[in-house]
């Protein structure tokens, strides 16, 4: 059964920077995206980015794209989250995802493992 673990979450200024990761492990078959997810209080699941399983394809949404970076040593690793220029906006619980089909999609519905989520919250 595959397991997700998201670490680094935590109290942090406007301006400031996280670097959240994602460790994966049961996994007993090939899996080719992971994606990071973000959901505020009171709304929809948004869609931050999105990473191949090779590392080599990233996608990122526009609201967090120049701020925002994946990155993975490799299969083996967690892969990272790392946040910079956080702003109040940016306040959620961020939560991994896996998906089996290949592509960094921003589509929640195309991944079937999630982790439980590392939540963010921004002092002013």
């Known amino acids: 059964q595959v397991q997700l673990v998201e670490a680094g979450g935590g109290l942090v200024q406007a301006g400031g920077s996280l670097r959240l990761s994602c460790a994966a492990s049961?996994?007993?078959?090939?899996?080719?995206?992971m994606g990071w997810f973000r959901q505020a209080p009171g709304k929809e699941r948004e869609f931050v980015a999105a990473v191949t399983w090779s590392g080599h394809n990233t996608h990122y949404a526009n609201a967090v794209k120049g701020r925002f970076t994946l990155s993975r040593d490799n299969a083996q690793h967690p892969v990272y989250l790392q946040m910079n220029g956080l702003t109040p906006p940016d306040t959620a619980v961020y939560s991994c995802a896996l998906s089996p089909s290949y592509g960094a999609s921003p589509v929640p519905g195309w991944y079937d493992s999630w982790g439980p989520g590392t939540p963010v919250p921004l002092s002013s």
């Open positions: 049961g996994l007993s078959f090939r899996r080719d995206a």
